[in-house]
């Protein structure tokens, strides 16, 4: 099996290479692997994945992605959320363009192949195609309607998977992720870091800066759940998707507090004392037009499992990053 | 006021051309027009409408036709469903990516004005962006899935003018109108072409063919609503949109029972015995797959207005395409 991880530099995506590597994938316990990124990949495991450089936006690049006529394609690379905001055209030239330019790829290469080719899309969509007003939790049902311009080009590309799939030139699935928490490493500019840092920094015996009310209400997978999605997509047999190509995941749905709460009981007072309430009006005023919660239950149906709660999330990130075992 | 309208040549391009000329659009008696298609559009009335011939799938033709700077843009140009289902890629080059060239002409053009220039694009959308399983009227929360290449393009072009829009490049509604009902003319290759056909042609003394149950039910408007809706569009206040940019319009839901009892009313029983029943399962198929009845309760609250009664939309055709006056 040949497996194409787009966004191989991503934090998702070395950790689905390094389970593969080290777990295999579907069941083929060595799958060849290459690692696509706007930055080369760095790699340190054991396993020996080709490591490749380029945009996605560009043609070419899809044209010679395709033509290495992957098995598996895991679909992760994206500008982010803040990034597309602000470059208007990039965005859309990387999220979606360059999704498109891939399936016109593959599909040529289905068509070389006398309709045999026909790889397996696994597409990393977003929350960020809805936004409310919302009910009290999210359904399968619910429609879309992206308040920015990330959410949008996650959507045009779900819709363009979709499509692909039903016409049979590839075999495609849009996974749309709860928040990941908690992000192991430094505090970045999305408006969503603060849900990771107010464990990761505390347990790290740092302070960490809480920006909203802790009423809020939202909804989380840890980064191994993540892995645990893109690797279950890939042994689902697509049939029993009935030609609803885009699964809403399930995840936790918990409050600020309930994230301070589990912290307390891990880690004790102590630490979470490190944790400032600060308001910050701007970073409220996105997070609070974020999903809550959902009913995810197509998902549920097909097998995709999601951390049991909070506790387990954190507990997650304490064995992963935080053990000497690393 | 400078009007553009994309799909002239169509026949709601030309009735909507057509009521410009006489009646104006909002507070312009007299507004220019383009009329552009891919065929060279006919005019037999009153004004002087520029009349251009184009592919829209061309990015050269989005360049010229954004140059010109109108107001006012009615996006109606389409390659129609079963069309696009037997091209694949025409289909997405002209629904999908000419959609994507106009906007990013547009929004050259905005630039260029010193962010002055932002038309209104008033897109028709349709149905085919929703499959089943329904519930018995579809709510204005409804997700979409599209099961056909045409439904696809049409829900990207929708993400395309609302993100394109909230961005204030444009200034666009996605409006999804029910079938139309009863078109003029002569029957064609659509799937749907018998609603109007076993109405149309027992009107004109002819037979038509019935291939459906006559329980099958269905969502309807006339031409002349399809006309109110685009200009009433246009005449809407779009901060009351409050950033949902894409609108189920309403329509009259009916059975074909129902359709045939209105006619029954309106033409009596020996026109009704012009319909024959002859089952065709490869349309009942496709048919039966289509939205039934929807809640439009959004566009109901903005001041759309649609026909009465299936008996309305019988009046209409025979008022507007039989009387002699015509």
Redesign the interface.
Known sequence: MKVLILGGAGMIGQKLAHDITKNGLGDDPQPDMILHDIVEPSWTGAGRPELLTGNIAANETAVTLAAQKPDVIFFLAAIVSSDAEAN?KAGWDVNARGAWNLLEALREQHKLSGKTYRPKVIFTSSLAVF?GPYPDAID????????S?YG?QK??VE??I??YS??GYVDGLSIRLPTICVRPGKPNLAASSFYSGIIREPLNGQQAILPVPDTLRHWFASPQSAVGFLKYAVELDFNRLE??R?LNLPGVSCTVADQIEALRQIAGNDVVKLIKPIHNPDIANIVMGWPRNFHPERAIKLGFRSDKDFANIIQSYIDTEMSDSR
Request: proline share 4%; net charge positive; aromatic share 8%.
């Open positions: 208007f936004s399968d049902n619910f429609h879309n309607n992206p308040q311009s949008a959507s045009v819709l363009l979709s499509d039903r016409k030609g609803r885009t």
